[in-house]
């Protein structure tokens, strides 16, 4: 932000940083090898939905896209809006195919379409959904604008608690791999994942 | 890939007046400092408290401030709602996560302080929590991370250091009848010279005073822009301003004069009379913002 930017209150919204979404395509094979962290075959992208009929209808072609490159794979896509106001797009793909690389395309076909259409800035993050030995749900999430991935771990039968201490276990053993976000401040939780 | 492209328009006229103001102010101080130099030595101390003055501003006012309005910080336990719409605008705007507070008052308003994005605490009070749903609550959010992405309480401050110092130099010279050239012995010549400061002072406050707070105004109707932007959703800003300010009219006037020095850093004065006159006002007039709001909702159904 330049001095001129300060002085006169202009601010506008940053688009994504340089995609490193597919990074997650080669670490999930480290995590399901090495560390028994399996992909659950569900991923979700999350942004905010203008009330526009532009809009709207870049949402209708965007999932038309997705169906169409999913039927190969058996991609399902569904969509839901949170009670923040914004949407979740959730890729699921059946049981027994679990593709984390059919999912990365498909969220990297819903979050180009949408920055083609001149909305990038509106992409919130990505959600890719694991589970480990332990049948703990562990997420991996995409910050679009920092374009770092970190790991989400909501504390087993708690409300609003993650577990801290598995989360950085989980950086010491993938951050080779996948670029993980260096600030743990930004690693911000994202309760009532609905995958 | 397509050029990214803006859902909304320029706010070039806004800018404008925002840098135009900013010139003025800075002629203003220059013909002050021009004149300090001519009336020459004394003014050098008055100068030095001005400083101590405007940094004691800079790093104190958000720990007074917070002192003095009960400001509670709240972990995310306590209120999930309000650090979920912060957390993700803080993704959105690219921001660390500011601390998060609350005031335990019925009035419904909120605020952001601090000097920096590092250290940031926005605050809402129970009685827009109760009332705002979360689509306006986060405009209204939106809104303060605004204030602080432009370092907003920096430029105020910065702003109005010659204004305070103008002002310091006016009451010296009232209460000690001018006498900061030294007592004794002054001839018909220094009288004169503190003569004119005096008189300078007073119209470089006078003016400042009314620069500054139209400076005020533009930076709020850059933060109501700014969480259009953030938020995608102009309207809902509209929405919660209108419930806010609906309810601050009805609340007694005696929660109110408490809450008067601290008009600066809410959302919405809290005053219950119209001003007098515009000018003299530090936020724009509802009906102004609503209709650049209403501007910006209209810019974006019509963008393609």
Redesign the interface.
């Known amino acids: ?1 330049g001095l001129r ?11 994504p940083a340089p995609d490193r979404l597919f990074a997650i395509t080669t670490a999930y094979i480290t995590l399901q090898s090495e560390h028994q962290i399996d992909p659950s075959g569900k991923a979700a992208i999350v942004f ?1 939905a ?5 809009f709207e209808s870049t949402l209708r072609d965007m999932e038309e896209v997705v169906t169409a490159t999913g039927s190969d794979s058996g991609t399902k896509v569904s969509t839901e809006d949170d ?4 949407r979740w797009m959730v890729l699921h793909n059946p049981a027994g195919a679990p593709s984390v690389e059919d999912l990365a395309v498909g969220i990297n076909a819903v979050s ?1 379409s949408i ?8 992409l ?2 990505a959600v890719f959904a694991f589970e480990d030995a332990r049948k703990q749900r562990v997420y991996f999430i995409y ?1 679009y ?2 374009g770092y991935w970190y790991p989400f771990v909501p504390a087993a039968g708690q ?3 993650r577990s801290t201490e598995r989360e950085l276990q989980i950086k010491a053993q993938i951050a080779s791999e996948l670029p993980i976000e260096p ?1 743990l ?2 690693w ?2 994202l ?1 009532g994942i609905p995958i | 890939m397509a050029k990214p492209r803006s859902s909304f328009g320029k706010d070039t006229g806004l800018q404008a007046r925002m840098l135009l103001t900013l010139f003025l102010l800075g002629l203003v101080y220059v013909v002050f400092i021009g004149v300090l130099f001519a009336a020459g030595a004394g003014a050098g101390l008055i100068v030095i408290v001005a400083l101590v003055l405007l940094l004691a501003q800079l790093f104190g006012s958000d720990k007074i401030a917070m002192a003095t309005l009960g400001v509670k910080e709240v972990s995310p336990a306590e209120e999930p709602e309000l650090h979920a719409i912060i957390e993700r605008l803080c993704v959105q705007a690219n921001l660390p996560k500011p601390k998060v507070a609350v005031i335990e008052t019925s009035m419904p308003n909120a605020c952001a302080m601090g000097k920096s994005k590092k250290a940031t605490t926005v605050c809402a009070t129970r009685g827009i929590l109760q009332l705002l749903s979360p689509a306006e609550l986060e405009g209204v959010m939106a809104h303060e991370l605004t204030h602080v992405i432009n370092r907003d309480v920096m430029v105020m401050t910065l702003a109005s250091f010659f204004a305070t110092l103008a002002s310091l130099i006016a009451q010296f010279a009232l209460f000690f009848g001018g006498g900061f050239g030294g007592g004794y012995g002054r001839n018909r010549n220094e009288e004169e010279d503190i003569m004119i400061v005096l008189l300078v002072s007073v119209i470089v406050y006078a003016i400042s005073f009314l620069l500054l707070r139209a400076l005020s105004r533009y930076r709020e109707f850059a933060a109501d822009r700014g969480s259009a932007v953030l938020t995608g959703r102009p309207s809902a800003l509209a929405s919660a301003l209108l419930k806010i300010s609906g309810t601050i009219e009805r609340v007694p006037s005696q929660d109110l004069r408490k809450a008067e020095g601290m008009s600066a850093f809410f959302i919405i004065p809290a005053r219950t009379k119209k001003s007098l006159m515009n000018i003299f006002s530090d936020h724009p007039p509802l009906e102004q913002r609503l209709a650049a709001l209403e501007r910006l909702e209209s810019q974006l159904q019509s963008a393609a």
């Not at chain 1, 930017?5 to 688009?15: A, S």
């Not at chain 1, 203008?50 to 532009?54: G, R, W």
């Not at chain 1, 009670?83 to 914004?86: A, F, N, Q």
Request: proline residues 2%; aromatic residues 12%.
């Open positions: 932000m930017d300060i002085l006169t209150g202009r601010h506008t919204v940053q688009g905010q203008l009330a526009t009929s532009e009670s923040y106001g914004y180009s920055e083609t259409a001149g909305y990038g800035e509106r919130l993050c910050n604008k920092r409300q609003q608690q600030e401040e930004r911000f939780p309760w």
